[in-house]
């Protein structure tokens, strides 16, 4: 049985470790060590998570709740708590000095006693599972006692860690990334297999356990499972119509709708639908699922599609209308009247027990239409095949003019692939490109504007080490009304405050227009943006929709080829 205490010290190392092929290494170690029961556990919170992504678990832990626990059981005040968070600008470490000065005659905690008793692996998860399942009158109080008891049986070494894991930001620098490459190496079995089997599960714990027990074969035989959301493939940007043609050639050729994407699971008569985010929104939609029970022929199926809010001219309504849809938890039904939905089924991942996703797309395109019939608010809709300019054009003019967002310009050839952001799918619109960042920190307002946060810092993400890199701030395109909404959104998510300067555990989703992308020493990303303003919040997308450093390396390189902007800011 491993204690918490060896995997306090594992992470200590690793976030000591400058490289990433060193860290990987450490990473596997840490994995080939622990039991088989502890192996899911570990790969978990090594990537600072608790739960596998694809469940809808959280721990659910505020600044709130952990400086009340922090408080209780070191003695100290709430405000004292906070004034160590503005010292150290770290909770991790503010854990570990709060406990440390506890105040004498303390006799809960007793980390610092000789005898602290050892805590194991599996009771620090229970207890973030009993955290997460509190609900309700008295959950307040109930989170913060099983905190409590964490932090006192805990030792120096351990605090720290139990703290950023509540708040499920480990901060050792361990990513997607190094955790695959970490299992690869560990269990012998291909970086490709491990990165693919991710895709399927969404669960890394699941793939870690499977390549120990069953090796490269367990690994590339793990699928999609009914009820447990894939993650959605993607598209590119396309530059112009030609540029797409060159790429993919004969073409299939569809409407980009303005809506929301929408996966369904159809499992006889138990149908489950995931947001973006692959979040269960099943209970929000009974229209859709009702439509997907009469008119999906199939035992079993997962599809693809995307709802849309139609108004009367039979336009799309705005993406906040169904976004009001997506989130809706109550009074469902007048709700669904408001803003009627219908859904655009455009692709089949698995049909009657069989996997379709390595079929090529005109394949998986013939499947689909056999078993959809179109219904009411239910459609697989056109789909032309063909490399004639003038009749995309025309398709790109008409999708546009029905007030959509434009085309898609798919490879009729490919597989799908999840998770991925590749060639097989472009995309052609005509707005200019946005960012999609999250928020990582913001600051208060000025002069009538006190009460409310102001300007938000924007991160990118580094996919190697998991860590979300500052690329700017966006402080214009704000209404009083929005300011005030945000404040509200982003109260609860407040890490730390210090004068006017607030840092934010990275949840909620921006999409940014700019001028152009600049190379910049004033951020740790590298880059910085050139007259970054608010489009959308995107409350659809998740933490793996954040763009990466990747990303804005390609795009700053396509944006010099074009010949915009200086080389630095
Ligand atoms: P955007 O911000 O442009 O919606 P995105 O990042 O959400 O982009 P992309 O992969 O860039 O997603 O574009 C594909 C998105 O377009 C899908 O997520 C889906 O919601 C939407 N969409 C609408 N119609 C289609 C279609 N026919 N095929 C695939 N995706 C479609």
Not at 223 to 236: F, H, S, Y
Not at 420 to 443: C, F, Q, S
Request: hydrophobic fraction near 40%.
């Amino acid at each position: 049985m491993t204690s918490f205490r060896e995997f306090a010290q594992a992470c200590k190392v690793i976030e000591a470790t400058p490289g990433s092929l060193e860290m990987t290494s450490q990473v596997a170690e840490l994995l080939k060590k622990v039991s088989p029961e502890e192996l899911p556990i570990v790969t978990h919170f090594v990537m600072g998570e608790v739960f596998p992504a694809w469940s809808s678990q959280e721990v659910g832990v505020g600044a709130g709740i952990l400086y009340a626990a922090l408080a209780r059981s070191s003695g100290l005040s709430v405000g004292d708590i906070e004034n160590l968070v503005k010292e150290t600008g770290d909770i991790g470490r503010t854990a570990v000095k709060a406990l440390a000065r506890k105040s004498k005659g303390q006799a809960t905690f007793s980390s610092f006693l000789e005898e602290a008793p050892e805590l194991s692996l599996h009771e620090v998860f229970e207890r973030f599972q009993a955290i997460s399942r509190s609900s309700g009158k008295g959950s307040q109080t109930s989170k913060i006692k099983n905190l409590q008891y964490l932090f006192n049986c805990s030792g120096s070494e351990e605090v720290g860690y139990i703290a950023r894991l509540a708040v499920e930001d480990l901060r050792i620098g361990v990513g997607e990334g190094i955790v695959r490459d970490a299992i690869a190496s560990a269990f012998n079995v291909p970086v490709v297999s491990v990165e693919r089997a991710f895709m399927l599960t969404n669960d890394m714990g699941l793939v870690a356990s499977t390549a120990r027990e069953g090796g490269t074969e367990a690994v590339e035989g793990l699928g999609l499972q009914l009820n447990r959301p894939i993650r959605m493939m993607l598209a590119q940007i396309a530059p112009t119509i030609e540029s797409a043609i060159a790429e993919v050639g004969e073409a299939a050729i569809e409407w980009k709708f303005d809506g929301a994407r929408v996966q369904i699971h159809k499992d006889g008569d138990r149908v489950t639908l995931y947001s973006r985010k692959l979040e269960d929104i099943s209970s929000s939609l009974p229209d859709i699922a009702a439509s997907i029970r009469k008119y999906v022929h199939a035992d079993s199926a997962i599809l693809d599609g995307e709802a849309v809010a139609l108004d009367e001219r039979g336009h799309p309504r705005a993406f906040q209308d169904i976004l009001r849809r997506l989130r809706r938890k109550y009074e469902v039904d007048s709700t669904a009247k408001e803003i009627p939905l219908s859904i655009n089924i455009f692709d089949i991942m698995y049909l009657n027990g069989e996997d379709l996703i390595d079929l090529p797309l005109i394949r998986r395109r013939e499947m689909l239409e056999n078993c959809v019939e179109n219904g009411d608010s239910i459609s697989v809709d056109r789909q032309v095949l063909t490399s004639n300019y003038e009749e995309i054009s025309v398709i790109y003019t008409e999708a546009l003019k029905a007030g959509h967002e434009g085309i898609m310009i798919k490879n009729p050839q490919s597989p799908y692939s999840p998770g991925k952001r590749g060639k097989n799918w472009l995309k052609k619109k005509p707005v200019m490109e946005t960012l999609d960042l999250v928020v990582i920190g913001a600051e208060w307002g000025y002069g009538k504007r006190t009460s409310f946060m102001g300007s938000f810092a924007l991160a990118c993400h580094d996919p190697r080490t998991g860590r979300f890199l500052p690329v700017g701030k966006v402080a214009t395109g704000f209404s009083d009304e929005q300011l005030a909404e945000l404040t509200a959104i982003f109260s609860d998510l407040i890490v730390m405050e210090s004068g006017i300067r607030i840092e934010l555990k990275p949840q909620v989703i921006f999409e940014v227009a700019f001028e152009e992308i600049q190379k910049s020493t004033n951020y740790e990303s590298g880059y910085a943006l050139r007259f970054p303003r608010l489009v959308n919040v995107r409350d659809d997308k998740s933490l793996e929709d954040v763009e990466t450093l990747g990303r804005l390396e390609e795009m700053y390189r396509l944006q010099r080829e074009r010949g915009i902007g200086p080389d630095t800011a």
